[in-house]
């Protein structure tokens, strides 16, 4: 009987353990993916955010001299962008 409960602990342990190392594993995995996420958008945030203030001052530039020209401010008019 003695070494039927040395067994039967030896494979809890060896359970325990297998358990313990794919928790680990998915944690890890999870983490990799969170930070991976985060790695890979900054540069597309930045990016955007970039053209986003260019388009703007595109757009405050041709206002600015659609005042001068007629035609311009009939263009952007007709765009919707007066």
Same mark, same amino acid.
């Given at each position: 009987?003695?070494?039927?409960?040395? /067994?039967?602990? =030896?494979?809890?342990?060896?359970? !325990?353990?297998? =358990? %313990?190392? $794919? =928790? !680990?594993?998915?944690?890890?995995?999870?983490?990799?993916?969170?930070?991976? &996420? /985060?790695?890979?958008?900054?540069?597309?945030? &930045? +990016?955007?955010?970039?053209?986003?203030?260019?388009?703007?001052?595109?757009? +405050?530039?041709? *206002?600015?001299?659609? &005042?001068?020209?007629? *035609?311009?401010?009939?263009? $952007? &008019? %007709?765009?919707?962008?007066?």
């Amino acid at each position: 009987m003695d070494g039927i409960e040395k /067994r039967i602990d =030896f494979l809890q342990e060896i359970l !325990l353990a297998g =358990f %313990s190392t $794919l =928790f !680990l594993g998915m944690m890890t995995l999870i983490g990799f993916v969170l930070w991976d &996420r /985060r790695t890979a958008l900054a540069p597309a945030i &930045r +990016k955007n955010r970039e053209l986003e203030e260019r388009g703007e001052r595109l757009e +405050k530039a041709l *206002k600015e001299y659609a &005042r001068q020209e007629p *035609k311009l401010t009939q263009i $952007l &008019r %007709s765009f919707g962008l007066l």
